[in-house]
């Protein structure tokens, strides 16, 4: 089964007219060398942000700074271990050094499938550090920047899925991460007073690596085929067939950062094909 990422073209790219979209402002991305942390920063990039994509995965990382640049946007990638949390004050650090931070979203994340009964604590622990813990000390590392910034204002975006409204079995702490992360996008929200702005972002099944790598894990635990889990597990409920595309989301997280969303305030943009609100 080949479901593999589409290439990004910039015509697809939401461009959106707002005076505080420019090279002086910054724009952290995490996740950067995949899936929708590429598309975001690529997205973010195109928007004139000065982009900054952190991510482990240095030789994706940097191909997702050249299609950036070659769409005639400003990006910059650092290699980010985003457990360790001097590498995290390093990467603000210099992002400062770039202009004013305004913008961050928080999309890195993994997955691994397994019941509650059998889940590996140190699997446990390193999702929460990664998908949890990392995006609340980002936020609290970057805050003071927004509020910085000239007009005070900024917004940080966080991933989230439809696995923050509703949980499926086998994925345990990627549901605990993900109801979490639109916890932290509401907490930022009430202490931002409608200027550091948060909300998060829910989707479904993305054609991203990570929606590939998970087809054969669900396969084997629920004993059906990989074409079964995509047709009934993965779009099964949802009333478009068809998963979206990282640029797709990459867009939801433009649209956020922009000065159209001012009223988007701890909001959750869900964006799931009918999955969670159509039965």
Known sequence: MDISEPEIRKEEILSVEDANFNNGHVCIVTGAGTGIGRATAIAA?????????????????????????????????????????DQLEHAVREAAKLGSIKYVANIAGIQHIDPVERFPMETYDLMQRLMLRAPFYLSQLTIP???????????????????????????PVYNITKFGLRALSQSIAAEGEGKVRSFSVSTGFIKTPLALNQIPALAEQRGITEEVVVRDVMMGRSRVKEMMSPIEVGNLFVFGFSRFARYLVGGDLLFDGGMVLTY
């Open 45 to 85: 990039a195109a928007n004139n942000l000065m982009t900054v994509g952190l991510d482990i995965n240095e030789e994706e990382g940097a191909r997702t700074q050249k299609m950036a640049r070659d769409m005639g946007g400003q990006m910059i990638f650092m290699r980010v271990d985003l457990t360790q949390d």
């Open 145 to 171: 920047h927004i509020k910085e910034s000239a007009d005070g204002t900024g917004a940080i975006g966080n991933m989230a899925s439809v696995h923050a409204h509703l949980c499926t079995l086998n994925k």
